[in-house]
């Protein structure tokens, strides 16, 4: 099990989406690595608007392994990174993490710490498997605090209806490629 508390234990925020798949956790994590931005409605077009230049066929997965994210930990079935900055302004005011460590250090006034975690498991019984996403969002002083709660405000109502977005796309993959799997 990963501990996210080991990277950001007093968020202001956290958001938590999972979707279980009648699959392995192999084949599960796999089609989660593969979901692309323009194969969503709505989270794909957010994510590209608010970082320019990303490709519409980029993966979430390699999205959340590059600039301006860095990632954090990464096993077999899990992975974690992390971004900081102002995200609350129409700017691409992010910083350049060198690595965990900056992550971890993070304490510039005026911004915050967001932690993206995804991670499989296997259901008991093994028939199924289950995807998690969760995020964290913990500001650095008061200040950062009060943007925050601002923007969230304005963004917090929608998050239900896009966070799971991609969980679902990878989960109907996942199932769709054990399918083709089983067929003679």
Wanted: net charge negative; with cysteine.
């Amino acid at each position: 099990m990963i501990d996210l508390d080991a990277w950001l234990p007093d968020p202001e925020i956290t958001t938590c989406h999972s979707r279980t798949a009648a699959v392995d956790p192999d084949t599960l994590w796999a089609a989660a690595r593969s979901v692309r931005l323009d194969q969503t409605r709505t989270i794909g077009h957010l994510v590209r608007w608010r970082i320019p230049g990303v490709p519409p066929d980029q993966s979430f997965m390699g999205l959340l392994c590059n600039e301006p994210f860095t990632l954090l930990d990464e096993g077999p079935h899990h992975a974690i990174s992390g971004l900081c900055g102002r995200i609350w302004t129409l700017s691409r005011d992010y910083a350049d993490l060198a690595g965990p460590g900056d992550f971890l250090a993070w304490s510039v006034p005026r911004t915050v710490r967001v932690l993206f975690a995804h991670w499989v498991t296997a259901e008991p019984g093994g028939s199924s498997s289950t995807i998690f996403s969760e995020a964290r969002v913990a500001p650095t002083d008061r200040v950062a605090t009060m943007r925050l709660r601002a923007l969230w405000l304005a963004v917090g109502p929608f998050e239900r209806l896009i966070g799971a977005e991609a969980l679902a796309l990878a989960a109907t993959e996942a199932e769709r490629l054990a399918e083709v799997g089983r067929r003679p």
